[in-house]
């Protein structure tokens, strides 16, 4: 018994390290690619790429149509199962092809129609290839299968091939309208390459699926992708409040000290993927034990995240010169005050771990959804006097706030208390 504990541990290790490996590779390319993009195109040209990509996420959210969940949870369920995991492959490429041409028609309208894109307007011409990319993008798969090197592969050879797009297109400021394009065409190549492992090693073939059966799916899963759109809220809408409210070079600061920051939630986010699982199914056999190991693994985690985020404050001004930015000392105390933020972002996760193995999903989603919206508020209402302080601050108080009501449902449902009762919210 302890030698196949032993050998699960071992495994899972071994997917941790592949998995982290890939999540690393997108971590590094950003601070391999933004200073250069800065110093060729500027930060006002650098925002206004940002703000494409921003636009180019939100239609992804429709064209992936949830298949970064529902898809990876029917790979992961039909894995041994050839016919059934072609079907579901089948199914993802149909539906995304045929929102991949929908909305790609929509977009072009607007593009010529709506004076907001009329300046930048080969910019979002060539953000479509962020659209195409999606067809072949096969990282929902390798995560269904748990082929966690396939997975890393892929990273590092697209975030490969963006770097070297990047270096070859930009030369001049004018450039700028190929960031988005290198980024869409670097995921595109890579995905063919893999596609094509897909069928040599996986037997994957595309089989004919009829437009009825697609609609059912769509029809049937259409409130799940409604709500992925507050999760692009979260993520990605402030740039285009900060675009609304102030400037592309305000756009462009925000994206890197939000790049910075984004090293911690990636971070906080891999280390909650890697022990869920375990917290799931101690709290399952024996709640007691399931609690001893959320306390144990998060106090060493905090205090590890604690420690780098100190001496990133230590180093914020010399982290920044890095940038080849203006204004550094501005940037500089935007970054300082930003660092609050994965603190309570690490305390909310944390308590998201016990939410969701204690099955509070439907709460913890209606948190989510309210906050989203109360940031974009708040965002909103304080931009013009604090700036892009004003939207860390916004950040840093909704983060708050969520954890106050996170842990008011801890300590009324006695979460924390060693009995196995279990109450629905």
Known sequence: MNI???????????????YGIGQGFNVIAPFIVIPFIILKCGEENFGKSAIGMSIAFFIIVFIDFGCDI?????????????????????????????????????????????????KDKELYYFSFSIFMAQIVNPL?????LEKFNLFSCFSILSKSIYIILIFYFLNQKSDYIFINFAFGLSIFI??????????????????????????NYMYANKTYVFSQIFIWMQLYSPILLINYFGTSIQVGQFRIVD??????????????????????????????????????????????????????????YEIIDYYNISNKEY??????????????????????????????????SRIIIFMSILNLVIISLVYK???????FYSFIFVEFLTLILLLFLTLKHRILSDKNDIYEV
């Not at 929902?140 to 269904?144: A, E, L, M, S, V």
């Not at 940037?331 to 204690?358: D, E, G, R, S, W």
């Not at 006097?385 to 939207?391: A, I, K, P, Q, T």
């Open 4 to 18: 196949l504990k032993t050998v699960l541990a071992n495994a899972q290790i071994k997917k941790l390290i592949q």
């Open 70 to 118: 529902l898809g990876v949870k029917d790979i992961s369920i039909n894995r041994d199962n050839v016919e059934k995991r072609n079907y579901i492959i089948s199914r993802v490429v149909y539906i995304k092809s045929f929102f991949i041409l929908f909305l790609s028609i929509v977009f072009y309208i607007l593009i010529n129609q709506i004076e907001f894109f009329h």
């Open 140 to 144: 929902w798969i390798f995560q269904g």
């Open 190 to 215: 890579a995905g063919i390459i893999f596609f094509y492992v897909l069928y040599k090693q996986y037997q994957f073939v595309l089989v004919p699926i009829q437009p009825s059966e697609l609609y």
């Open 259 to 316: 790049q910075i920051i984004s090293i911690f939630k990636t971070y906080i986010l891999l280390s909650f993927n890697f022990i869920y699982p375990k917290i799931c199914f101690e709290f399952d056999i024996a709640k007691k034990e399931g609690i001893s190991s959320w306390k144990l693994f998060n106090t060493i985690n905090f205090v590890f995240v604690s420690f780098l985020l100190f001496i990133l404050f230590v180093f914020s």
């Open 331 to 364: 940037l500089t105390n935007l970054l300082q005050t930003a660092l609050i933020y994965p603190v309570l972002f690490f305390i909310v996760y944390a308590l998201k771990q016990l939410l969701l193995a204690l099955h509070y999903e439907k709460t913890f």
């Open 385 to 391: 006097n604090y700036s892009l302080f004003g939207v």
